[in-house]
């Protein structure tokens, strides 16, 4: 799975999530919405929403927020109707991407994505073109503070997740998609701080991308994605070297 996590890393460097922090509430707010309407807004029993509402509130997004976009999906407020979809493309050097997206007009989407890739070089692609290439996964983040590495080895066998990692900045757990929550729910009980929990798409090979101009329009392409209002989540199959991404995020 090398390079599954760049995209977060090249966040971090640059800061990033802090400047955008108006357009990831509304992320989360559409994503609680939806969770909230697909399976009740009890967090007890809605998993979708509690992982939802663990990653909005770990980036502090208020409370009063969240109830708001918990109401929305219940019915107890007026809100839009939101599709789920999956968009496909491709980055220069021939990296592969798939752009999470909820929006209630799918023409006005595509037109913005389309735009987006043919400014940065890249080109929006036919369904099926690249999904072969990731894999759909749940992944948990949890703090080094929140556990010892043999005591969450021991958390994580129990559980039924797949496999974990210790980064520089916490654990990372994967799961089956139809795991994670049931996973999520076993670190409640033992007690175990979880930072983020959430479904992905994983890479099962990478590209390495070494010229600089190249990874600098990847960058560039995955940023402005990240800025269309309808884009919840960007992933991508690209490898570029931390030596690089350090120095184009200077």
Known sequence: MSGHNKWSKVKRLKGALDAKRGNLFSRFSREITVAAKMGGGDMDT?????????????QNMPND?????????TGELESQA???????GYAPGGVAMLIEA??????????DLRSIFSKFHGNLATSGSVAYLFHKKGQITVP?????EEALLEL??????????TESDGYLITTAPDRLYAVGEAFRKAGVAVESMKLTYLPETSVPVTAEATASQVLH???A??????????????????????????
């Open 46 to 58: 809605n998993f979708r929403l509690r992982g939802a509402v663990q990653m909005a509130r770990a």
């Open 156 to 165: 994580v066998l129990d559980a039924g997740a797949e496999e974990f990692s």
């Open 82 to 88: 939101y599709d789920e979809l999956v968009y496909e």
């Open 221 to 223: 392409l995955c940023d």
């Open 144 to 148: 080094l503070s929140a556990i010892g």
């Open 102 to 111: 909820m929006t209630d007009n799918r023409n006005r989407t595509a037109a």
């Open 225 to 250: 994605l990240e800025e269309c209002d309808d884009v919840q989540s960007v992933h991508s199959n690209f490898d570029i070297s931390d030596a690089l991404l350090t120095r184009l995020s200077e």
């Open 65 to 73: 927020t969240i109830d708001r976009a918990i109401k929305k999906g």
